[in-house]
């Protein structure tokens, strides 16, 4: 720390100030002097949307040093008009949550503890586990003989905090793929 | 709902749900608008409304059939409206019978099968019989129940072979939509309401008058319903309750009007419009039934009759712009768009028919994406059982959730019927993207496309499910790379090929505009598509889902718009996109009178500028904009050009908004009352207890307690209904993982009225367990006056309130409990084959559940006692002559061990 | 030398030269929806620990309790039947009858528009109170009088101010608050009591962290600010941007408005007529008052009955009131203190320079 100025003192402050009591601005920290909001200091603020219930509201996200370091209400949206319920003021926490997992893990059959395992092996067992089932479950006709090509195989439950670009790369891959079971939180 | 003067919140409890939607019904009311809730409990919706109604969970459709009722027999009706948009004056097949005749039974039900024929229903065709759906002989009910046909009517009414129809615009003739309305809702009385929904006349008088008198020319009044409507057996019907109330009082297509449904997700509308639903393909096309759809023609002739009204007629542009979004130059017109492509449906293949699946190890594989079944779906040891059976699990989320550890720490690993070391599914835990480390789109409640920003990458080893899901088709689509089997074509010819950023991830932008779709040949080739209405089906435009085209009209992301406050216009329309055509108020032609003038100066939004020759206003009209309010169409030429300058309901059939549902629903062409699967009450309308139609489980997982007038309905004597709280998130993934949300809501717990304490001793901040014929979970004790006990036929029905976000499980949650879904049973509506999971019956002890083993013994010692079986509930029709509508003597049956016994819980009442 | 009770502006009094309007909250009850946005929004700007021992208290919705170290925003839920309702009634209609406040007939109510709806509504048979508690930033504050440290202070915008830096955790301020609001935040803090808060110790992460990181494990923090006074400062970091504090930008139904304490006590009073017109007449004001024991609240509240129902003290009164009386005791103790103040900063600094 600097070293502190003479005039600095808090008690030759006060005087000056006429702050005698030591009640203002005679008893102000460098620090509290300094004081600026993160949101005024961020590397970049980005506009999103909230990530719970269906409203939609508006958000700021506040980045400084590739880190979130606050979210709050976007004022210039005319659903939310700068507000959040407590659920959208905590979404900065969702992102820096305490107990979010970083690592891919696995959990072979039978077995009782996680494992670690790369993205990209793991991406590429999905993938071979997909079509080995696929193989296995594939359905070409109904009893009649109407065209069924599909899997009964393969399923997928979706939650609703997809996006719509996400939903469509799903639903189209996995009908392409003859995958039908393909369901939603739309629907519970 | 801001414009509006009256608002009803019923079905949803929408400050705590949606408190920042909640800011316009507060700035409504601030203005002078009258605002309802009526609902099972007193909540914080209650706390700011002017009036709460305490309902009996499941009977909302008994109340708003009074509505109807007395607006019709006190002529309080909107008559001009009523008239001109409606379809009241439209007759009806005089081979159809009401529930009047039938024992509360529409005509053409099928036992055997539980599904109805519903021909009968269809309006009357001059030249005899009825309008069928288009492509041959009606669709059997059972079809459409399968592929949950009601949920394929996102954007519009279901298909008629063609508009015309025959009307008595005297209203007089009893096949008149009208008249068969009127002598539907004749039973549905205010002492009707007094005795199923525990209403008195006086609270129901006051919602009577607030509702029609702030309605009509000058005012209108507007509903929001949320999962309190939906999660039932007929749950579509309580929905259609409400539009059939306000097509009557003319409040559809109008400011401060309509039906608003207050989806509970982020993007939970746009997962509906570009469904990851197993009967949907985007855009609410219908995936293509075996035996049904075989051919191409076959499959679009049935989406949309080219002789109906409206914009589906022309559902063969869609359908083919989607199949040549999807495989690009290999769909040609001679190989039908490649329509062989795509797997087809015989039957239902929702979540709970993917859990049975999996139980009867068909399904094998299962991917998670952001969603918690072990502690979000109904019958939960149902849904965690099935999992155990999988050969492999993908789990993506931002946590740990139960769903991803339930076979680590999951409750039946607690209670003994699980071992890990036993359970041999593989398990895949991948971490998630959060919604600021992806760009993309949310669509919200209201339809509008909001466009997300990426802020910062995903950390470590996160990754979006966008980027997930390319990688994963690359990879299948490499290792099929050398494949000739036919069945790999769809794979191998997908259009799979997005501009890749620094990363090798797609551009979400380029996925947007596949979406919006493009020009593929003319002078135009390459160019976004700007409205739905370019597409055609001769192979020349490409869209993969054609109620978002516009979204990227002039290459321009419509959804990112941002202009503060959404600019000048009233409906703020430059801020985001709303589906279809960016238009804010659906059906807005409604909101101007049959000339084409503003029903008033209050309520004016669109109108017919008669030099300009076109419709003008506030939004962007939902209607042909040239077409003059009185212009009569020959309707021979079908679809838009048919469309009359009376016919607001432009995505209807006909063009008219429907009071009565010819076609469409699978469970009756009017709402009708049905007591819950299982009720303790019985259903004085009709001597049919439950919904006919219901899809049921009858499975030994997933029994059900005994409805009045069975033995053992005294065993389970209490109603329960789940719901969310402001604290918290669904099955806690996102809340119960944040320090600052767990700490306000910290622990499962049930709320209970002072009298039923009384009853069972329980003890505010105590402990009590709640025992249902599926499970028995604890909950900390709330007693509360806010929970009101109901006079029902007489006799006093408790509910119990139940929250459903907490979980036990999951690894470093800040706060964990049992989990309320564990007690629901799985039920379907069958037009939505969404569950029932706002009503069950229960017992409620003081006291913690029991740990182990004897746990399954306290949920066994019940089923025992109420002699349940996988039969109970599960008749489809109750016998008439046990209809009892006054109380029998209160000596019927022994009070319940451990009941006080001064509550004799009577066998039909 | 500033006033110790009565009316006065607090800035000028602390000699702040630069003319800034006294800042200040109108909380409005009535249009509360006890969310709760409050409260996390104002952890998240200011990054408060987690609160508590995750354990249901049996207090309605009301999981919080009280405002406290960690806690600078606290909704109360109170549920009351019919009886309640009368007297709060009753008694809010006397306060009017008083003369306090005014009621004014018509104002902005004329634009109701259907006449029906504003019949006085008849005594409900329940109703759930919600109110966000706040620190009250007093016209004269216990807290700031009492402290010996210099790290409490008035700000320009007339509110009070902890500085942690400056803080030594001496905790007389808890003492002076006649409204029990500032308190220390104990180190160990919020050490969960249950077995399940021990299994689950997070605390908010510091922001960013363990990115990458591998477990939750690694992601226990220190507990920012342990031993040192806190209280709200009004978001007086984000005041000094012009910016609106955090839990009255969030607020959804804008039951917490913020701006000039001239403004705010203006549109409060107008909101009571207003309510009284429409026959709640138990709408009362809290902190309004300039003459009350404290001089006023910068924080004022609209509530809707007495306010020892929402846990406030009825007539709170700042200890410094009665000062001018115990002056002259305090005054040799006074002078002893400034002496051993001036004589430690003589030698840190002669330190400093070595």
């Not at chain 2, 020959?634 to 549902?661: E, H, S, V």
């Not at chain 2, 013994?857 to 209809?883: C, G, K, S, W």
Request: proline share 7%; with cysteine; charged share 20%.
């Amino acid at each position: 720390m600097a070293r502190r100025s003479f005039l600095q003192w808090p008690v030759l402050r006060q005087f000056r100030s006429g702050d005698v009591l030591g009640r203002g601005p005679a008893v102000t920290s460098p620090h509290t002097r300094a004081l600026e909001p993160r949101t005024a200091t961020a590397d970049r603020v980005v506009q999103s949307i909230c990530p719970y219930c269906a409203v939609g509201c508006g958000q700021k996200v506040y980045v400084s040093g590739e880190k979130v370091v606050q979210i709050e209400g976007d004022a210039d949206s005319p659903i939310s008009r700068g507000r959040l319920c407590p659920k959208g003021s905590a979404s900065e926490q969702l992102v820096n949550a305490p107990g979010r997992q970083y690592q891919v893990r696995y959990r072979p059959p039978h077995g009782t503890q996680w494992q670690s395992l790369d993205r990209d092996t793991a991406i590429d067992m999905i993938a071979d586990r997909f079509l080995e089932t696929r193989r296995r479950t594939w359905q070409d006709t109904d009893e009649s003989g109407s065209p069924l090509r599909r899997t009964w195989g393969v399923a997928s439950l979706g939650g609703a905090t997809l996006d719509n670009e996400e939903n469509y790369l799903i639903k189209k891959l996995f009908t392409a793929a003859g995958a039908v079971q393909i369901e939603n939180q739309a629907r519970i | 709902m801001a414009n509006a003067d009256c608002i009803v919140l019923q079905g949803g409890n929408m400050a705590e749900c949606h408190p920042v939607g909640f800011q316009w019904v507060s700035e409504a009311k601030a203005r002078g608008a009258v605002v309802i809730h009526v609902d099972p409990r007193f909540t914080r919706t209650s706390a700011v409304a002017d009036k709460h109604i305490p309902i009996r969970a499941g009977s909302d459709v008994v109340l708003l059939g009074a509505v109807i009722n007395h607006v019709i027999s006190n002529d309080l009706w909107f008559r001009e409206y009523v008239l001109a948009y409606t379809n009241a004056a439209t007759l009806v097949n005089p081979d159809f019978r009401d529930t009047e005749d039938l024992h509360g039974l529409f005509s053409g039900f099928d036992p055997e099968t539980g599904h109805y024929d519903t021909s009968t229903w269809a309006y009357a065709d001059p030249e005899g019989g009825g309008i069928d759906r288009p492509g041959g002989p009606d669709e059997h009910g059972a079809e459409q129940s399968d592929r949950a046909a009601g949920e394929a009517h996102g954007s519009g009414g279901p298909s008629l072979e063609h508009a015309k129809v025959e009307r008595d615009e005297t209203l007089t003739d009893p096949r008149t939509v009208f008249q068969i309305l009127k002598k539907h809702y004749a039973r549905y009385t205010p002492e009707m309401v007094e005795q199923l929904c525990g209403i008195s006349a006086e609270d129901f008088g006051y919602l009577a008058d607030a509702v029609t008198r702030n309605s009509g020319r000058d005012r209108t009044t507007c509903f929001g319903y949320a999962t309190g409507w939906t999660q039932h057996t007929f749950g579509a019907q309580f929905i259609r309750t409400a539009a059939i109330l306000q097509l009557l009082l003319g409040n559809v297509g109008r400011p401060g009007g309509g039906i608003m449904a207050l989806r509970g997700h982020a993007s939970i509308q746009g997962s509906t419009d570009i469904p990851t639903l197993f009967n949907l393909l985007p855009g609410y096309l219908p995936m293509p039934s075996a035996g049904r759809h075989d051919t191409f023609t076959d499959y679009v002739n049935s989406v949309g009759s080219k002789k109906q009204k409206g914009y589906w007629a022309d559902a063969d542009a869609y359908a083919v712009s989607l199949l040549k979004a999807w495989w690009g130059d290999k769909a040609t017109a001679e190989n039908d768009w490649c329509f062989d492509y795509l797997p087809r449906l015989n039957g239902p293949a929702g979540t709970y028919q993917t859990t049975v699946s999996m139980l009867a190890d068909e399904v094998e594989g299962y991917f998670v994406l952001g969603q918690n079944p072990a502690v979000g779906s109904a019958n939960g040891r149902q849904a965690r059982m099935a999992m155990s059976h999988l050969k492999w699990l993908v789990v993506r989320d931002l946590n740990l959730i139960e769903s991803a550890t339930w076979w680590q720490d999951g409750p039946e690993i607690e209670s003994g019927e699980l071992r890990t070391e036993d359970i041999g599914t593989e398990v895949f835990f991948l971490p998630a993207a959060t919604h600021v480390e992806k760009a993309g789109s949310f669509t919200q409640t209201q339809r509008l496309l909001q466009w997300r920003h990426k802020a910062i990458d995903p950390p470590g080893q996160c990754q979006s499910d966008l980027d997930f899901f390319f990688e994963l088709g690359q990879r299948i689509r490499a290792k099929l790379a050398d494949s000739d089997d036919p069945r790999d074509r769809p794979l191998l010819d997908l259009t799979w090929d997005y501009p890749l950023d620094d990363d090798g991830n797609p551009d979400p932008e380029s996925v947007l505009a596949e979406i919006n779709g493009r020009h593929l040949t003319g002078d135009k080739a390459g160019q976004p598509l700007s409205a739905y209405t370019e597409m055609r089906a001769d192979g020349s435009t490409e869209g993969g889902c054609w109620i978002y085209t516009g979204v990227y009209a002039d290459g321009i992301n419509q959804a990112a718009r941002r202009v503060p406050g959404g600019g000048p216009s009233p409906s703020q329309s430059e801020w985001g996109w709303a589906w279809p055509a960016d238009r804010r108020i659906l059906y807005n032609r409604a909101s101007a009178d049959p000339d084409g003038k503003p029903w008033s100066k209050r309520k004016s939004y669109i109108w017919w500028d008669a030099e300009a020759g076109k419709w003008v206003g506030d939004d962007v009209p939902d209607f042909p904009v040239d077409r003059a309010p009185h212009s009569m169409p020959d309707p021979d030429l079908g679809g838009p050009a048919a469309l009359t300058g009376d016919d607001p309901f432009i995505m209807q059939a006909d063009g008219k908004g429907w009071l009565y549902a010819p076609s469409g629903l699978v469970d009756g062409p009017l709402p009708t009352h049905y007591e819950p699967q299982e009720s303790p009450v019985a259903n004085s309308l009709y001597p049919q207890q439950q919904s006919p139609a219901r899809v049921m489980f009858p499975r030994e997982d997933n029994l059900d307690a005994p409805s009045a007038g069975d033995f053992g309905v005294d065993v389970y004597p209490y109603v329960f209904t789940t719901y969310r709280l402001t604290e918290h998130h669904t099955a806690g993934g996102m809340s119960r993982w944040l320090p600052y949300l767990s700490e306000l809501q910290p622990q499962m717990f049930c709320e209970v009225s002072p009298q039923l304490a009384a009853e069972r001793g329980l003890v505010n901040d105590g402990w009590a367990t709640i025992i249902s014929p599926r499970a028995a979970i604890e909950a900390k004790v709330l007693v509360s006056e806010r929970m009101t006990p109901l006079s029902i036929n007489g006799r006093t029905v408790h509910q119990i309130g139940l929250p459903y976000h907490w979980g036990v499980g999951g690894t470093d949650a800040i706060v964990s409990g049992d989990a309320a879904n564990d007690l629901m049973g799985v039920t379907l509506d069958p037009n939505t084959q969404i569950q029932e999971s706002k009503a069950g019956s229960c017992d409620i002890q003081p006291g913690r559940r029991p740990r182990g083993e004897a746990l399954l013994e306290l949920v066994r010692e019940y089923q025992q006692r109420a002699r349940v079986t996988v039969e109970t509930d599960n008749i489809r029709i109750t016998d008439p002559a046990r209809e009892i509508i006054d109380p029998p003597p209160a000596s019927d049956p022994p009070p319940p061990p451990g009941a006080d016994g001064d509550e004799p819980w009577g066998s039909r009442w | 030398m500033g006033q110790l009770s009565g009316p006065t502006d607090p800035a000028a009094d602390a000699h702040w030269d630069i003319n800034k309007p006294r800042k200040g909250f109108f909380t409005d009850t009535s249009i509360c929806i006890g969310c709760k946005a409050c409260e996390v929004a104002c952890k998240e700007w200011n990054r408060n620990p987690r609160d508590g021992d995750l354990e249901l208290t049996g207090m309605s919705y009301d999981n919080t309790v009280a405002l406290g170290a960690s806690t600078w925003r606290h909704v109360a839920f109170v549920e009351q039947g019919h009886d309640a309702i009368e007297r709060a009634r009753e008694s809010g209609a006397a306060l009017v009858s008083l003369g306090m406040p005014a009621v004014r007939g018509g104002g902005s109510s004329e634009t109701v528009t259907a006449a029906t709806d504003t019949a006085p509504p008849d005594t409900p048979e329940f109703r759930w109170l919600m109110a966000s508690d706040v620190c009250k930033h007093c016209t004269h504050a216990g807290c700031l009088d009492v402290c010996p440290t210099g790290a409490l202070f008035r700000t320009e915008f007339s509110t009070v101010v902890v500085q942690a830096d400056v803080c030594n955790g001496c905790g007389t301020c808890v003492a002076g608050c006649p409204f029990g609001v500032i308190e220390r935040r104990s180190d160990g803090t919020v050490e969960p009591k249950t077995k399940r808060g021990n299994q689950n110790e997070q605390q908010p992460a510091a922001i960013g962290a363990n990115r990458g990181g591998t477990s939750a494990k690694s992601a226990k923090t220190q507990v920012p600010n342990a031993g040192i006074a806190q209280k709200c400062t009004l978001c007086y970091d984000r005041m000094v941007d012009g910016q609106t504090p955090a839990c009255a930008k969030t607020c959804p139904t804008t039951s917490i408005k913020y701006g000039d304490r001239a403004d705010m006590v203006a549109q409060a009073k107008e909101r009571v007529a207003q309510l009284h017109a429409q026959g709640m007449t138990e709408a009362r004001l809290y902190g309004a008052n300039d003459n009350d024991g404290v001089g006023g609240t910068g924080s004022v509240f609209l509530l809707l009955d007495e306010p020892e129902v929402y846990g406030l003290p009825p007539d709170p009164r700042v200890p410094t009131a009665d000062l001018p009386q115990m002056f002259k005791r305090a005054g040799l103790a006074a002078a002893g203190m400034v002496a051993a103040a001036a004589l430690s900063f003589v030698k840190s600094s002669l330190r400093g320079r070595r």
